[in-house]
C-alpha cells in the first residue's frame, strides 16, 4: 500500500468517529411516529391511550417537582414535563443502572443528541411530553443527565405497582 493510500485510509477512519449533538430544539416531532422498544421499565405509550397525566417542574436548583410517583403497573401516563429553570434541562426515565451508565457517557459527550420516546430535552421556560406505559412492576428512576445535574441531585423515582 503506498503512502498515499494509507493517508486517505486515516484521515477517512478519523473523520468517520461519531457526532453528538445537544440542541435546543425539542428531539421529537409529534407527527413522527414512536419507537415501540419493550424496556425493563415499559414500552412508548400510545397517546390515545393515556390513563393519566402527571406534570412534573424542573429547576435550576437541579430538583424534579414532584420526585416521587407511583403508577399502577399497566398505566399509559403522559408526563407533561416544564423547564422553569434558566439552564436547559432533560428527563430520562430508565433503571438507576441505565441511568448511572448514561450520566457518565453525557461527561464525555456533553453534546449527546437524545430521541428516544423515554426522554426529553426541555429548553428553559419550555414544555414537553413523554407517554409512557409501565407494563412492568419494580422501581425505576427518571434524571436529568446533563453533565453535573445528575450528580447534584436532580434524580427521582417511580414505584410500579
Same mark, same amino acid.
Given at each position: 500500500m503506498n503512502m498515499f493510500v494509507a493517508s486517505a485510509l486515516l484521515t477517512a477512519a478519523l473523520f468517520a468517529m461519531p457526532v453528538y449533538a445537544h440542541s435546543d430544539k425539542p428531539h421529537k416531532n409529534s407527527t413522527t411516529p414512536? *419507537? =415501540?422498544?419493550?424496556?425493563?421499565?415499559g414500552i412508548a405509550g400510545d397517546? =390515545? *391511550?393515556?390513563? $393519566?397525566?402527571? $406534570?412534573?417542574?424542573?429547576?435550576? =436548583?437541579? $430538583?424534579f417537582d414532584p420526585s416521587k410517583i407511583e403508577v399502577k403497573?399497566?398505566?399509559?401516563?403522559?408526563?407533561?414535563? *416544564?423547564?422553569?429553570?434558566k439552564l436547559m434541562h432533560e428527563m430520562v426515565i430508565g433503571t438507576m443502572t441505565d441511568l448511572t451508565e448514561h450520566a457518565e457517557l453525557m461527561k464525555k459527550h456533553p453534546g449527546m443528541e437524545h430521541d428516544e420516546p423515554y426522554m426529553v430535552h426541555?429548553?428553559?421556560?419550555?414544555?414537553?411530553?413523554?407517554?409512557?406505559?409501565?407494563?412492568r412492576p419494580g422501581e425505576f428512576n427518571f434524571a436529568c443527565l446533563i453533565a453535573g445535574h445528575f450528580e447534584a441531585g436532580m434524580v427521582g423515582s417511580i414505584s410500579v405497582k
Open positions: 414512536v *419507537k =415501540a422498544e419493550q424496556k425493563p421499565f397517546p =390515545a *391511550k393515556t390513563t $393519566r397525566t402527571i $406534570r412534573f417542574s424542573m429547576i435550576d =436548583a437541579m $430538583r403497573q399497566g398505566e399509559t401516563v403522559t408526563f407533561v414535563v *416544564k423547564n422553569n429553570g426541555v429548553a428553559p421556560g419550555k414544555t414537553e411530553t413523554i407517554v409512557w406505559q409501565f407494563n
